[in-house]
């Protein structure tokens, strides 16, 4: 867990574009729902994934007719890209399930979904909930207020 931190840690300074952090986005998207497929034995990973996806594609869509043709420049790529390849093989290599999770979460797939919805979590589910329902509130707001599409038409 810490080479993958730390190759998303030193793969932030590359990030200069929309393009590039979308890439990143469906690379740590790619890994979030593996990891969660591994965990579990539901088509949660999966289906996380494909939400990842679709969210990336309608991103994409608004870069690209906000910004349609921009010159995208990449200085000194190659070695950041070269620090994250060797941390993420590093994580590769090294990877004990026994080191993520605790064993007892692994024993019954059941006892997983108690453990996110125990009690103690609740203030972080709720959280969560709150955190979403204002976001679902600000995009209805953003696009609802001026009526219009948010491509500019010069």
């Known amino acids: 867990m810490l080479a993958m931190s730390m190759s998303l840690i030193f793969t932030a300074p590359i990030l200069t574009t929309p393009l ?3 890439l990143w986005v469906l690379l740590y998207s790619l890994a979030i729902s593996t990891m969660t497929t591994m965990y579990t034995s539901s088509w949660f990973g999966l289906i996380l994934f494909i ?3 679709g969210g990336m594609l309608v991103m994409f869509a608004y870069f690209a007719a906000l910004l349609p043709n921009q010159m ?3 200085p000194l790529l190659l070695p950041f890209l ?3 390849f060797f941390m993420l093989m590093m994580y590769i290599m090294n990877f004990k399930l026994s080191y993520l999770m605790p064993q007892f979460l692994f024993s019954n797939p059941m ?3 108690t453990f996110l919805y125990s009690p103690e979590q609740t203030p972080i589910l709720i ?3 709150i955190l979403l329902l204002l976001a679902l509130i600000l995009v209805v707001k953003m696009t ?3 009526s219009m599409p948010l491509r500019p038409y010069h």
Do not use: D, E, P
Request: charged share 10%; net charge positive.
């Open 127 to 129: 959280f969560l909930v």
């Open 72 to 74: 995208y420049t990449h």
């Open 111 to 113: 006892k997983m979904n």
């Open 51 to 53: 939400i990842y996806i």
């Open 20 to 22: 590039l952090l979308g």
């Open 144 to 146: 609802k207020h001026t």
């Open 82 to 84: 070269l620090f994250s």
